[in-house]
C-alpha cells in the first residue's frame, strides 16, 4: 500500500529529492565528454546512415555523448546548439579509455569461447586482424565484445593490444611532434598510409597514437580520419585520399566478360578482377601496407581487417557464398565503392557490373568484408 504524504513541508521535501533525482538520471545519461575530429560531421536525426542530416560540426567541436546506441552517439556541442546523432568513430571520448582496451587478432582463425577456458564452448571465431573491444580481463584471458553484439573470451596470448581511439591513417609523410609545435622534439618519420590512432584534436594538430602506443601531434593536413567520407557522412560513403577515384578507375572495365581463371584486362573472374584492380592502380598502397594479396576469394577473405555492414568505406572488399552451402564459405568477391553499390566479375551476370548490397540475392548470400 502507498501511503500518501500529505503535511506541506514533506510534500516540498519530496518534490524537490524527485526533481533532484530526475536531474540526476538526466545527467548520468552523459557517457562522456569527446572532440569531433574530422572536418566535416553530419548530424543526423536519428543513429542510421539514411536518417536525415540536421546539421554539422565542425573538427574540433567539444561535445557531451548523451547515449549510445550500437555504432552511434547521440550527441550535442558544448554551446547546446546541435543536437544530433553521429557515427561513433567521429568523436574521440576524453575519460574511457582506461577503462577499455582495444586489440587485433595475429592468428588466421581465433576461438572466441563462452567462459575463460578451453573447455568453454566456442561461440564464435575471429580472422586475422579482426578487431576487437577488450571489455574485462582473467589471468591470460581476454573478454571481448564483438561488432555484432557477441560477448565471449579468448587467449591474450593472441591477440596485440592497439590504442583505443578512432583509427586513422597518414595522407602526407610527415613528422610526429612531441608538441603541437614545428619546433618541438621529434619523435618518429611517419609515411603515407601509416596507420595513426586519434586521440584529440587541438590549434590545427591531431593529437595521434601511433600502433606501439608513442603519442605525439602532427599538422591536421597530414592525417586523416579512416572513417571519413567526401559527405561527411560516415564509413558507408567513399573515403578522400587513397581510393577516392576508385569508381572512375573500375568503372571502366564495366561490360568486361567474366570468364573463369582470368585475371584480365579483358576478362575476369571475380577474385581476378579485384586482384588487376588493386595490384595495377593500388600497388604503392599494397606495398605500404605490407600486403601481398592472393589470388583467391577465399584467401582475400582472410587478410586485412575485418569491418561490419554499416561500417563499410570505398576499397573494401566484400565477400559472398554463391554456392550457398549449408557451411558457409566464400566463394565471391567484389568491391565496395559506397552507397550500397560494389563493383564484381559475375559468373551470373556473364560479365563486370555494379549490384547493390541490399538486393535480395547479395543481401542473403552476404558473409563479410575486409579493409586492406
Known amino acids: 500500500m502507498v501511503k500518501v504524504v500529505k503535511r506541506k513541508g514533506l510534500w516540498i521535501l519530496v518534490s524537490v529529492m524527485v526533481l533532484f533525482l530526475a536531474a540526476s538520471v538526466y545527467a548520468s545519461g552523459v557517457e562522456s565528454s569527446g572532440t569531433i575530429i574530422t572536418e566535416h560531421c553530419v548530424v543526423r536525426a536519428s543513429g542510421n546512415v539514411e536518417a536525415e542530416e540536421i546539421g554539422s560540426l565542425p573538427i574540433g567541436s567539444k561535445v ?28 574521440s571520448l576524453d575519460n574511457v579509455k582506461s577503462v577499455l582496451k582495444s586489440g587485433r587478432v595475429t592468428v588466421s ?15 564464435s571465431k575471429l580472422s586475422l586482424n579482426e578487431k576487437i573491444t577488450i571489455i574485462s580481463e582473467e589471468d591470460v584471458w581476454f573478454e571481448i565484445s564483438l561488432s555484432n553484439g557477441i560477448k565471449g573470451w579468448v587467449h591474450s596470448e593472441f591477440i596485440q593490444l592497439i590504442p583505443n581511439y578512432p583509427e586513422g591513417i597518414v595522407i602526407n609523410e610527415t613528422t610526429l611532434k612531441e608538441l603541437k609545435d614545428t619546433n618541438s622534439k621529434s619523435l618518429a618519420s611517419l609515411k603515407a598510409y601509416d596507420t595513426i590512432y586519434i586521440k584529440d584534436y587541438q590549434d590545427g594538430w591531431l593529437n595521434v597514437i601511433l600502433s606501439d602506443f608513442t603519442e605525439g601531434w602532427i599538422d591536421g593536413a597530414d592525417g586523416e580520419l579512416l572513417a571519413t567520407s567526401t559527405r561527411g557522412v560516415n564509413r558507408s560513403g567513399t573515403r578522400e585520399g587513397v581510393f577516392a577515384d576508385l569508381e572512375a578507375i573500375t568503372s571502366k572495365y564495366l561490360g568486361k566478360k567474366y570468364s573463369y581463371g582470368q585475371t584480365g584486362p579483358n576478362s575476369f573472374d571475380c577474385s581476378g578482377f579485384t586482384t588487376y584492380i588493386l595490384k595495377t592502380y593500388y600497388s604503392d598502397y599494397l ?56 563493383i564484381h566479375a559475375s559468373s551470373s551476370g556473364g560479365n563486370v557490373v555494379i549490384s547493390n548490397l541490399d538486393d535480395g540475392y547479395y543481401r542473403q548470400r552476404y558473409l563479410k568484408a575486409v579493409r586492406l
Do not use: C
Open 64 to 91: 557531451w555523448v548523451e547515449e549510445v546506441k550500437v555504432d552511434w552517439y547521440r550527441v550535442s556541442d558544448i554551446k547546446g546548439t546541435t543536437t544530433g546523432w553521429v557515427y561513433k568513430d567521429m568523436v
Open 287 to 342: 606495398r605500404a601496407k605490407g600486403i601481398d594479396l592472393p589470388r583467391t576469394s577465399r584467401d582475400q577473405s582472410t587478410i586485412g581487417t575485418a569491418v561490419d555492414k554499416a561500417s563499410l568505406i570505398a576499397g573494401d572488399l566484400v565477400f559472398f557464398d554463391t554456392v550457398n552451402r549449408v557451411v558457409k564459405t566464400v566463394s565471391h568477391v567484389g568491391i565496395y565503392l559506397g552507397e550500397g553499390r560494389f
Open 109 to 123: 582463425v581465433l576461438n572466441v569461447r563462452s567462459g575463460a577456458s578451453t573447455d568453454s564452448s566456442i561461440v
